[in-house]
């Protein structure tokens, strides 16, 4: 009986605290970096699902197939690099070939190189918003007006139904990641 009546009590305590109609105070620093954290989650989780790191990260062969350099992650071709070897007779015939980490591309277009997406000034992470969202929307390269069209195998034709909430989140992410300086080469496009 003792017992069952002090669970009753500390519920009845519990239940009065709850009911405490005064109002929350809102600290809005914590809240904007609350928001921020979650929007740059939310841009992290975008670039996963969107494949970026397919292209964008340099990897390194690992026993169980190709690793992302974490300390190159989304930094694109790297400069360092000699410039991969294709059989262009292939790729001007529409032969579409990958280097082995997949961060150079050839085809009938010519040779690509996926871009550096961190901070660094070398890299898209350092763009505008407006900048990003153009090269996702309109596949403009460095999401510049009178920019070209980014070359394959960029995919930004299916990431132009992006919400603008979401490139934000991406934009946040890009800008959150560790910059990395890597200059990538300029395509070498077939002449037609």
Same mark, same amino acid.
């Given at each position: 009986? %003792?017992?069952?009546?002090?669970?009753?009590?500390?519920?009845?305590?519990?239940?009065?605290?709850s009911? #405490?109609? =005064?109002?929350?105070?809102?600290?809005?620093?914590?809240?904007?970096?609350? #928001?921020?954290?979650a929007?740059?989650?939310?841009?992290?989780?975008?670039?996963?699902? &969107?494949?970026?790191?397919?292209?964008? =990260?340099?990897?390194?062969?690992? +026993?169980?197939?190709?690793?992302?350099?974490?300390?190159?992650?989304?930094?694109?071709?790297?400069? $360092?690099?000699?410039?991969? *070897?294709?059989?262009?007779?292939?790729? %001007? /015939?529409?032969? &579409?070939?990958?280097?082995?980490d997949?961060?150079?591309?050839?085809?009938?277009?010519?040779? =690509?190189?996926?871009?550096?997406?961190?901070?660094?000034?070398?890299?898209?992470? =350092?763009?505008?918003?407006?900048?990003? *969202? /153009?090269a996702? /929307?309109?596949? %403009?390269?460095?999401?510049?007006?009178?920019g070209?069209?980014?070359l394959?195998?960029?995919?930004?034709? #299916?990431?132009?139904?992006?919400?603008? $909430? $979401?490139?934000?989140?991406?934009h946040?992410?890009?800008?959150?990641?560790?910059?990395?300086?890597?200059?990538?080469?300029? +395509?070498?496009?077939? *002449? %037609?």
């Amino acid at each position: 009986m %003792k017992t069952a009546l002090c669970i009753m009590l500390i519920a009845g305590v519990g239940f009065f605290v709850s009911c #405490n109609n =005064s109002p929350e105070v809102i600290n809005t620093q914590e809240r904007v970096g609350i #928001n921020d954290s979650a929007l740059v989650r939310k841009g992290e989780h975008l670039v996963m699902i &969107a494949g970026c790191h397919d292209c964008h =990260s340099p990897k390194r062969m690992g +026993p169980n197939g190709p690793e992302i350099i974490l300390e190159k992650m989304l930094s694109g071709y790297p400069s $360092e690099r000699t410039l991969p *070897k294709f059989d262009t007779a292939l790729a %001007k /015939r529409g032969i &579409a070939q990958m280097s082995e980490d997949m961060t150079a591309a050839a085809g009938p277009w010519g040779i =690509s190189f996926a871009s550096n997406l961190t901070p660094d000034g070398t890299g898209a992470g =350092s763009w505008p918003l407006e900048n990003l *969202k /153009r090269a996702l /929307r309109h596949g %403009k390269a460095k999401g510049l007006e009178s920019g070209r069209l980014l070359l394959p195998p960029m995919p930004w034709f #299916n990431y132009v139904n992006f919400t603008d $909430e $979401e490139i934000e989140a991406i934009h946040a992410y890009l800008k959150s990641i560790t910059p990395v300086q890597n200059i990538v080469p300029q +395509p070498v496009l077939f *002449k %037609k």
